[in-house]
C-alpha cells in the first residue's frame, strides 16, 4: 500500500512537474517572441531617426554650400567693385537712409571681406577641414563665427542601457540555461519514474521561475523599446524641422542672390561709365550702388543668422530672419 500511495504521490508530484514545465517552456517562448518584435521595433525607429538625420544633415550641407558660393561669387566681387568708390554718402539719397553707415571702410564691409576671405580659402583647401568642413558649418551657423572653427554637431539621444539590453536579449535569445535545464528535466522524466518525480517538479519550478524572469525582462525591455521610439520621433520632428527650415533659408539665399548678382553688374556698369567719385553720379546712378548695397547688407544678414543653437536645436532668429526676408523678396 505504501508503495502504492507513494507511487500515486510521485505521479501527482511529476505531473505538477511536467506541467510547471510546459507552462514555463510556453511563458519563455512568449518571452522570446516579445523581445525579438520590440527588438525589430526599436530597429526600425533607430533607422528611421537617421534617415531623418541624413536629411538634416544634407539640408544643412547645401545651405552651407550656397552661402559658400555668394561668399566666394557675387559678395566678394560686390566688396571688391564697392571698395573703389570714393566720397560714398547714402545719407542724402532718396530711399537709401538706412544706407547711412555702410560704407567702403564700415564694419559691415569688412565683415562681408573677411567672411568672403575666409570662404574662398576654404573653397581652396587652404583651410584644414575642407570645403565639406566649411559648408556644415557655414549651413549650421553664421558666417563669421562658423568659417572660424569650422566644426559642427548635433547630439542625438541614443537608446540607454544598450549593454544590459544586449546581455538581456542574448540570453532571450537561447542562453544555455533555459536549453540546459529544459534538457535535464525531460531526461529525468523519461529515465527516472517514480524516484525522478521530485527532481522532475524541482526542475519544473526552476524553469517557471526562469521564464517568469524572462518576461519580466521582455516586459522592461518593451517599456524601454516604447521610451526609445518616443525620442527617436522627437528626434525625427526636430530633424524634419531642420531640413525643412534650411531648404527655405537656401531658397531665400538663392533668390536674392539672384537679385544682388544683377544689381552687381548694374554697380560695373557704374564704375565703367562714371568712374570712382560717388559726387559724380546722378541720382539714377547713386540708387543702382545704393540697391547693390543693400542687397548685400541683408544677405549679410541672412548669412549671419544662424540655423542651429549649440544644442542641435533650431534659433529663433532663422525664423524671424526668415520672415523678414520673404518680406524684402516679395518687394523686389
Same mark, same amino acid.
Given at each position: ?132 568642413? +566649411?559648408?556644415?558649418? #557655414?549651413? %549650421?551657423? &553664421?558666417?563669421?563665427? @562658423?568659417?572660424? /572653427? *569650422?566644426?559642427? !554637431? ?18 532571450? +535569445?537561447?542562453?544555455? #540555461?533555459? %536549453?540546459? &535545464?529544459?534538457?535535464? @528535466?525531460?531526461? /529525468? *522524466?523519461?529515465? !527516472? ?24 525582462? %521582455? ?114
Amino acid at each position: 500500500m505504501i508503495p502504492l500511495l507513494v507511487g500515486a504521490a510521485a505521479l501527482v508530484i511529476g505531473g505538477k512537474g511536467v506541467k510547471k514545465t510546459v507552462s514555463a517552456v510556453s511563458k519563455m517562448n512568449d518571452a522570446k517572441d516579445m523581445a525579438h518584435r520590440y527588438e525589430r521595433r526599436a530597429k526600425r525607429a533607430e533607422e528611421k531617426r537617421e534617415k531623418a538625420r541624413e536629411q538634416a544633415g544634407a539640408a544643412i550641407g547645401q545651405l552651407g554650400e550656397t552661402k559658400m558660393n555668394i561668399l566666394t561669387g557675387s559678395l566678394q566681387t560686390f566688396v571688391k567693385e564697392f571698395r573703389r568708390i570714393k566720397n560714398v554718402d547714402f545719407r542724402n539719397s532718396v530711399g537709401l537712409e538706412e544706407l547711412g553707415d555702410f560704407r567702403p571702410d564700415s564694419p559691415a564691409l569688412k565683415e562681408i571681406a573677411a567672411a568672403s576671405q575666409k570662404a574662398l580659402e576654404f573653397s581652396t583647401g587652404a583651410v584644414e577641414g575642407g570645403l565639406a568642413g +566649411g559648408a556644415m558649418a #557655414l549651413g %549650421a551657423y &553664421g558666417a563669421v563665427g @562658423a568659417l572660424a /572653427t *569650422a566644426s559642427t !554637431g548635433t547630439a542625438i539621444t541614443g537608446l540607454s542601457g544598450a549593454a544590459a539590453t544586449n546581455a538581456t536579449l542574448a540570453w532571450l +535569445g537561447g542562453g544555455s #540555461l533555459a %536549453a540546459g &535545464g529544459l534538457g535535464i @528535466a525531460g531526461g /529525468t *522524466a523519461v529515465l !527516472g519514474g517514480i524516484v525522478a518525480a521530485p527532481a522532475l517538479l524541482v526542475a519544473g519550478i526552476f524553469l517557471e521561475n526562469k521564464a517568469d524572469k524572462a518576461m519580466d525582462q %521582455a516586459r522592461a525591455y518593451r517599456e524601454e523599446v516604447r521610451e526609445f521610439e518616443e525620442r527617436c520621433d522627437s528626434n525625427i520632428a526636430l530633424m524634419d524641422a531642420i531640413r525643412t527650415r534650411g531648404d527655405q533659408i537656401r531658397s531665400l539665399l538663392e533668390t536674392l542672390e539672384g537679385h544682388f548678382a544683377a544689381s552687381v553688374e548694374q554697380l560695373q556698369a557704374v564704375l565703367r561709365q562714371s568712374g570712382t567719385d560717388w559726387k559724380k553720379y546722378t541720382p539714377e546712378e547713386r540708387q543702382q550702388v545704393g540697391k547693390a548695397a543693400l542687397l548685400a547688407k541683408t544677405l549679410k544678414i541672412v548669412l549671419d543668422t544662424p540655423l542651429l543653437r549649440e544644442d542641435g536645436t533650431l534659433t529663433p532668429e532663422s525664423e524671424k530672419m526668415l520672415a523678414q526676408g520673404l518680406d524684402h523678396v516679395s518687394l523686389q
